[in-house]
């Protein structure tokens, strides 16, 4: 089975670029998160949605962050203008409703110069 | 709200010898607990889970962990370690009427000399 797929790997862009993340969840899985990992902060939850729904956005930093996710087998995490610090690892997560284990893709490493 | 603690940074043991990484939990109402583990340049992996039922639970790899109520403490254990399980290791924790969300604690680095 395909797991979590999270494109690109790698992203390195100037400060001020808008940066685009994307992330294609287990099929069938009905929940889907995303996680910014850094050694300063460790794991955060930034938002998540179940059923293509957002139910808990209190963790994405500022307004620089959106989050989408238009069907049940797509979503973005979108970073407009990017600056230095938003530099880490992303990681999108899905899962099935219920006391069911997240699912972790690879992550995206963003450097943002 | 939800807290989980992973008092230990760092864990070295030594092959062969048993392994402990700590964790405890701090919820109202009955939990759900995780251990996840994490390779470089990839994302975390499920070990295994309590829900409710033996406190004893055994997961992937020949890791186990063992739920104590009043303790409040899910501690992952390997009778046997090796080099192999050298990596990041994360506890969480969710509660029903919560979605999915887990709250994760901050990771303890679980280093296996030769």
């Known amino acids: 089975d395909a797991g979590v797929i999270q494109s690109p790997r790698h992203e390195v862009t100037e400060m001020g670029q808008e940066v685009t993340l994307r992330c294609k969840p287990i099929?069938?899985?009905?929940?889907l998160f995303w996680y910014r990992q850094t050694m300063m902060r460790g794991l955060e939850l930034l938002i998540y949605?179940?059923?293509?729904?957002?139910?808990?956005d209190s963790g994405m930093p500022e307004d620089r962050f959106s989050a989408k996710m238009p069907n049940a087998s797509f979503s973005t995490l979108k970073i407009q203008p990017s600056e230095p610090r938003d530099s880490a690892v992303y990681f999108c997560?899905?899962?099935?409703?219920?006391?069911?284990?997240?699912?972790f893709g690879d992550g995206t490493r963003l450097s943002i110069l | 709200a939800q807290s989980v603690a992973q008092p230990e940074d760092q864990v070295n043991v030594a092959e062969g010898n048993p392994l402990t990484v700590k964790c405890t939990y701090s919820?109202?109402?009955?939990?759900?607990l995780f251990w996840y583990v994490q390779y470089p340049n990839r994302g975390l992996q499920f070990l295994l889970k309590?829900?409710?039922?033996?406190?004893l639970v055994k997961g992937s790899y020949g890791f186990e962990a063992e739920f104590n109520k009043s303790q409040t403490s899910f501690h992952l254990k390997k009778p046997s370690a090796l080099v192999s399980d050298s990596a990041l290791y994360f506890c969480?924790?969710?509660?029903?009427?919560?979605?999915?969300?887990?709250?994760f604690g901050g990771g303890t680095r679980l280093m296996v000399k030769p």
């Open positions: 969480a924790s969710g509660i029903n009427n919560a979605g999915n969300m887990l709250t």
């Open positions: 309590y829900i409710t039922g033996d406190n």
């Open positions: 997560a899905s899962s099935l409703l219920g006391d069911q284990p997240q699912h």
């Open positions: 949605f179940n059923n293509n729904v957002p139910i808990d």
């Open positions: 919820v109202s109402g009955n939990p759900y």
């Open positions: 099929s069938g899985h009905n929940s």
